[in-house]
Nanobody, 123 residues
Framework: QVHLVESGGGLVQAGGSLRLSCTAS????????VGWFRQAPVKEREFVAA????????YYADSVKGRFTISRDVAKNTVYLQMNSLKPEDTAVYYC????????????????WGQGTQVTVSS
């Protein structure tokens, strides 16, 4: 079992930045690909970004390419989502997810989910 905890959400003005962190239980991130998804009110959960276990492969949704960067620090068992040039439409609850195997863009292929962290971007 992998326990994931997100942090770093908050309220920011449009154009601002936030960095989300996803920390895993000790010694449980090995071999685990990590994804970030988000869900806004009355909308379906959508893919944001994903990174392979090695960090060598990353995927981004078209809506965040060039603005968001996913990275991981294996030694700290932490994955980051750096979010720049934030827009009001980025407002959502952001979830960190994990799966053993390759990184994917489908939420149905992830086995482990954090509780989510709220990101609110004001105009």
């Amino acid at each position: 079992q992998v326990h994931l905890v997100e942090s770093g959400g908050g309220l920011v003005q449009a154009g601002g930045s936030l960095r989300l962190s996803c920390t895993a239980s000790l010694r449980t991130f090995s071999g685990v690909a990590v994804g970030w998804f988000r869900q806004a009110p009355v909308k379906e959960r959508e893919f944001v970004a994903a990174i392979s276990w090695s960090g060598g492969t990353t995927y981004y949704a078209d809506s965040v390419k060039g603005r968001f960067t996913i990275s991981r620090d294996v030694a700290k068992n932490t994955v980051y989502l750096q979010m720049n040039s934030l827009k009001p439409e980025d407002t959502a609850v952001y979830y960190c997810t994990g799966r053993r195997g390759g990184a994917t863009q489908s939420p149905y292929e992830y086995d482990y989910w954090g509780q989510g962290t709220q990101v609110t971007v004001s105009s």
